[in-house]
């Protein structure tokens, strides 16, 4: 047993559980970050090279509100470690007709005073001449938002949080034993290696293995998916699909998204629907010839001059979805000390420090907890309801 407990361990060290840390950290507690395969690893679903930060969440006010705290965030964290960690690329919201979301979005976005421009269908071709958009009828520009450079910029909280005196430790964190009563405090966790760690507060922040480490209580209620992600290689000379002549951009419709050509990897490009079911351990990280037949046929159809464009980097990564996307955000039901902090279901990276500032609020002030994150709400069921 440690001799000298912490009071608090954070288990995963991805964008939440990083986050977290250094929340915590900053408001004098002595914390351990634990992660089986380091941060942000080529396993976790904060693992890849970029991430959209996008205000935009249709009617949906407490994302967007979110949303703008965490760039704030973000923005004053890489003013002190690396700048080049976020690009503010703009993003796009490409929209068919009668598309209500966007129009509800619209509204939100000036609640909140996020900056935007709105695209009528003759301004689409003038100014986003990249796109194949007949059937378009317009978009929303959120000019500001833009994208955060994924695993880097865990690695910069990382080393915030360790510069702060959060002590990082790699080790996977045995499923903790059944619990003796309700309303119990769990003494420690175990490691694989036979290390008992204890601590006055537990948060599992550790993504898609939630349902792993708490099989009965989390297994039905987590969903990790298998996603995959594409790179075009772009014409050699050809600006028009870097920043700034082609911003980031959804298109909520055909559940599609990319990004720019940042710092030469290629475009990017994914679909945002929900793939198989993954396990985060051991499921395959190569793209299928399926996705790979079925991506270039769409970049041939909305992006001509990508029709004969190569693949030139490919991964797989995951979604960790809850039953509707909400976020898990909330106490186990029978150990008073223990918290889980996941669900990002496939658009909470961006949310990272309000995740970290929500739950060191819930802890040690005892905070108002919001409904929409508790572990009582989350269904066996899959509806998705948060895009």
């Known amino acids: 047993m440690k001799t000298k407990p912490y009071d608090v361990v ?19 507690q002595r914390l351990l970050l634990l992660d089986a395969y380091g941060p942000a690893n080529s396993r976790a679903s904060s693992g890849g090279e970029s ?14 509100c979110w949303a703008v705290r965490s760039l704030a965030q973000w923005k004053e964290l890489f003013a002190a470690t690396s700048p080049a960690l976020f690009h503010e690329t ?13 129009d509800e979005m619209t509204a939100v976005l000036r609640r909140c005073n996020v900056p935007f421009e709105t695209l009528d269908r003759g301004a689409l071709p003038q100014r986003f001449p990249q796109f194949h958009s007949p059937d378009l009828t317009g978009g929303v520009l959120e000019t500001t938002s833009g994208v955060l450079m994924g695993r880097r910029a865990v690695a910069a909280v990382v080393q915030s949080a360790v510069a702060q005196g959060v002590e990082y430790h790699s080790a996977y964190v045995a499923t903790p034993p059944a619990h003796s009563t309700t309303n119990s405090a769990l003494p420690h966790i175990s490691t694989s290696s036979g290390e008992a760690i204890a601590a006055g507060q ?82 395959s990280r190569v793209v299928s010839a399926e996705a790979s037949q079925r991506v270039r046929a769409y970049v041939a159809d909305r992006f001509p001059g ?25 106490r186990h039901p029978d150990w008073k000390n223990v918290w889980f902090a996941g669900g990002g279901s496939g658009h909470g990276f961006k949310h990272g420090p309000m995740v970290g500032e929500y739950v060191a609020r819930q802890i040690l002030d005892g905070g108002p907890a919001e409904p929409r994150f508790a572990l009582a709400n989350k269904s066996t069921v899959q509806k998705r309801a948060v895009y």
């Open 90 to 102: 703009g993003v796009v919201w490409l929209a068919r007709e009668n598309d209500q979301p966007l």
């Open 202 to 283: 537990f948060i599992f922040a550790c993504g898609a293995w939630l349902g792993k480490v708490f099989p009965e209580l989390l297994g039905p209620r987590i969903f990790p998916s298998r996603q995959e992600v594409f790179f075009f290689g772009v014409p050699p000379g050809d600006t028009r699909f870097s920043p700034p002549a082609l911003p980031t951009w959804l298109i909520p419709a055909d559940e599609v998204y990319g990004m720019a050509d940042l710092e030469s990897r290629g475009f990017k490009i994914a679909f945002d629907a929900h793939g198989e079911h993954a396990d985060p351990d051991t499921h």
């Open 306 to 330: 990508l029709r004969d464009a190569p693949i030139v980097e490919s991964r797989v990564c995951q979604y960790e979805n809850t039953s509707n996307g909400d976020f898990l955000i909330d």
């Open 51 to 64: 991430r959209i930060i996008r205000m935009g969440y249709g009617a949906d006010e407490l994302y967007t």
């Open 10 to 28: 954070v288990v995963g060290a991805g964008v939440f559980g990083a986050w977290i840390a250094l929340h915590l950290a900053r408001r004098g």
